[in-house]
């Protein structure tokens, strides 16, 4: 079975200081994880996503996340927070090896930038 | 990256009617189709698969008879919401599994209010 966790239900930062985003997983397969944004009342943009190969994976935006085994960790940074960056961010997981592919979204953080 | 397209974007109804929202692959062949529900402030529940030319798969606790699901094309895949009651407001998204890769891509949702 897959699951991931998010361990911040909120996060809230000052513009121009750094962003991080924690991302526990589960998986009895060699997981895929990806980061998602959702805009308010949009569907959601993916952010970077990490399918075995390097393990430190950069994204748009300037965002990036290191896959790390031995924690079961994913987690998510950015170096200067932007007013734009203000969203919900979702970690996902999924193999194709289990379930199909499914993708198993974490709960979401609802991160807020402040001016 | 690949455009999957819902509509509509925002539908009010009555008590008692049937919705129907599209989604479509606008620019590549989606084999596999996937249908979440999103409630305010929540992660996205995964509702059904949608397979090209075959039914499509529920998951646990979600009314087949209640959202019927058609993938009658590589690029369209429709989900009804018949005899809609206001319990059945949220934020319904699609996903997209382009068939040559298996990427995934989300449509910007589809609002609906019951009234």
């Known amino acids: 079975a897959q699951s991931v966790t998010q361990l911040d239900s909120h996060v809230s930062v000052s513009e121009g200081t750094p962003v991080l985003l924690r991302c526990n997983y589960s998986s009895s397969y060699s997981p895929s994880l990806f980061w998602y944004v959702q805009h308010p009342n949009k569907g959601l943009q993916l952010l970077l996503k990490?399918?075995?190969?390097?393990?430190l994976v950069k994204g748009i935006n300037g965002f990036e996340a290191e896959f790390k085994k031995s924690e079961t960790s994913f987690h998510l940074t950015k170096p200067s927070a932007h007013m734009s960056d203000a969203a919900e961010y979702f970690c996902?997981?999924?193999?194709?090896?289990?379930?199909?592919?499914?993708?198993?979204f974490g709960q979401g953080t609802e991160l807020s930038v402040k001016p | 990256g690949a455009v999957v397209s819902q509509h509509p974007s925002w539908v009010i109804c009555k008590s008692g009617t049937s919705v129907k929202i599209e989604c479509r692959s606008l620019d590549f062949q989606a084999t596999t189709m996937f249908w979440y529900r999103q409630f305010p402030k929540q992660s996205l529940m995964l509702m059904a698969t949608s397979n090209e030319g075959s039914k499509a798969t529920y998951e646990q606790g979600v009314e087949k008879d209640k959202f019927l699901i058609n993938h009658a094309s590589l690029t369209l895949s429709t989900l009804t919401v018949t005899s809609a009651h206001p319990e059945d407001s949220s934020f319904y998204i699609c996903?997209?599994?382009?068939?040559?890769?298996?990427?995934?891509?989300f449509g910007e949702g589809s609002r609906l209010t019951v009234l």
């Open positions: 996902v997981v999924t193999s194709f090896y289990n379930q199909g592919g499914k993708l198993i």
């Open positions: 996903s997209a599994r382009v068939s040559s890769t298996g990427e995934l891509f």
């Open positions: 990490y399918t075995s190969a390097a393990t």
